[in-house]
């Protein structure tokens, strides 16, 4: 069950020679574990593993059909996938501190930010790849990543910062995971308390370990689109049908902590972006992760938007007391079947933010580069443990989105990216031979994209760390107060004493 890692080359153009053409690519074929596969494009096979049948060639042909993914589509897939999943059902709660007007602005502001911030980290990723190719080092058996990709352009420090960050932040984003499913199955049954159900998904989490790289993902990146698609449409239609609850009211923004709250968690739900290296890595085509990024988020509106807006529209400030959308629906088999699909989704979104996190502990102990998969894998089961326990002691769904966002996402996925960039290409001989040079839509200009990069950096830093890292932390604090840690239902009816 190994994936395919790919030693690949990097064409003049940016673009990845190709082993086979795209009509042969289903065929089944015998990968040689220890040689390079390089990507699609060209007309003759340069990769050792040699196409070829097998005694179980319907075996082979299903594994390439489900497990085996690179092309773009995939990466829309994934990318879509792992974009939204629990956040839809704290984006109405965001809509309720932020307002209508404000909801919908901060999420079509996050999402255009995060794909300027996705184009910048597939620029730096094609450079080093094409330098470190040209200096012959192969990444077979190797996943490349962002804080590798930064200590590479810019040294041990850059490395060190993109280390800290980005494996901190999916580390909260899969514990985020865990407290979602928590609180999201309480729905369903409510004979058991918020934090029984944690324990329960925390064991079911750890089978998570046996999905090797960012390639294996294409069924269930497949399955979460249509778990999201339902989910947020259920909560379109069924919050049209329920209608206005009596005496709805809409203060919106009425204090500056509620506020920055909810922008910092749709800052949170627009960060998929923290695991754009490893998607490309596992690419045919990695350049063209950008597009794909892009239309991930453009799908994405128009789930969240209908969704957020309609329950907002529905229930109105009642969405300030409880976080989770589901809780103000009736009973219904459609609800059932929201909450169900959700959780499936919420196992996949976890598989997909440990990953990055799995793989640097693998490469800290040195088991990365092993031709054994079982050793990787048992390797990773501390990680989960860890994540499992942290997600016990902190079950603050909503107010921990808000947090990580403010905190983690600003940094890892906005502020480095544009700093990293600028840095970089400051000298003119990196912007000569940079792979992607500036998009035509501002006509070529370096200038112009350090003047973006800027605005980005200076945006992220006064919105997203100052004010709304104040007020998440704030209200993050005021939760531990009323409910403490380890709380054993939170924000679930009196029958539960908190612990």
């Known amino acids: 069950m190994m994936g395919y890692n790919r030693g690949d080359t990097l064409s003049g153009s940016g673009e990845h020679s190709s082993p086979l053409p795209l009509a042969r690519e289903l065929l089944p074929r015998r990968i040689d574990s220890n040689s390079d596969q390089t990507e699609q494009g ?6 050792a593993g040699k196409p070829g049948t097998s005694d179980n060639g319907w075996i082979s042909l299903l594994s390439l059909v489900l497990w085996e993914g ?17 956040v839809l059902l704290t984006l109405p709660y965001s809509f309720a501190q932020l307002g209508l007007a404000s909801g919908i602005a901060f999420q079509i502001l996050y999402g255009f930010v995060g794909c300027w911030a996705c184009y910048l980290m597939t620029a730096l990723y094609a450079d080093y790849r094409s330098i470190k ?16 990709v930064l200590g590479g352009l810019l040294g041990p420090w850059w490395k060190a910062v993109g280390l800290i960050f980005s494996t901190t932040y999916l580390f909260c984003g899969s514990i985020i995971q865990l407290v979602a499913c928590g609180s999201t199955v309480y729905y369903i049954n409510d004979t058991l308390p918020k934090r029984t159900w944690t324990l329960i998904f925390g064991a079911l989490f750890i089978f998570t ?30 919050a049209a049908l329920n209608g206005q609850v009596p005496d709805v009211k809409y203060t919106e923004a009425n204090s500056l902590e509620l506020y920055f709250t909810g922008a910092s968690n749709i800052l949170y739900a627009f960060g998929g972006h923290a695991v754009t290296i490893e998607i490309m890595h596992a690419m045919w085509r990695p350049r063209k992760y950008k597009v794909m990024y892009l ?11 209908p969704s957020a807006s309609a329950v907002y529209w529905a229930f109105g400030d009642r969405l300030l007391t409880i976080t989770n959308a589901f809780a103000f629906f009736p009973k219904t088999k459609f609800r059932d079947a929201a909450v169900c699909v959700m959780l499936m989704h919420q196992f996949i979104e976890f598989s997909f933010s440990s990953l990055p996190v799995h793989l640097v502990w693998e490469k800290a102990i040195g088991v990365h580069h092993s031709n054994h998969f079982t050793i990787r894998a048992l390797s990773r089961i501390p990680i989960v443990l860890v994540m499992w326990l942290i997600s016990l002691m902190v079950p603050f769904f909503g107010p921990i989105n808000s947090a990580v966002g403010s905190l983690l996402v600003t940094g890892t996925v906005y502020i480095i990216p544009c700093l990293a960039h600028m840095t970089y290409y400051s000298n003119s001989a990196a912007r000569k031979s940079a792979i992607e040079q500036p998009p035509v839509w501002i006509f070529r200009s370096w200038r112009v994209m350090f003047a973006i990069n800027a605005c980005v950096v200076v945006l992220m830093v006064t919105v997203g760390v100052g004010m709304g890292g104040w007020a998440s932390i704030k209200f993050f604090v005021k939760q531990v107060h009323s409910f403490g840690l380890f709380a054993k239902c939170y924000q679930c009816p009196k029958k539960y004493k908190q612990l």
């Open 42 to 47: 060209s007309s003759e096979p340069t990769f």
């Open 70 to 86: 690179g092309s773009s589509f995939d990466a829309w897939l994934t990318a879509s996938s792992v974009q939204v999943a629990q």
């Open 133 to 148: 190719e040209n200096q012959h080092v192969s990444f077979k058996n190797h996943t490349i990543q962002w804080y590798e």
């Open 209 to 238: 370990v046996l999905i090797p790289t960012a390639q294996n993902y294409r069924l269930w990146s497949f399955l979460g689109i249509l778990m999201t698609t339902y989910t947020a449409w259920y909560l379109t239609i069924a």
């Open 295 to 305: 239309y991930a988020v453009l799908y994405i509106f128009s789930l969240t938007i």
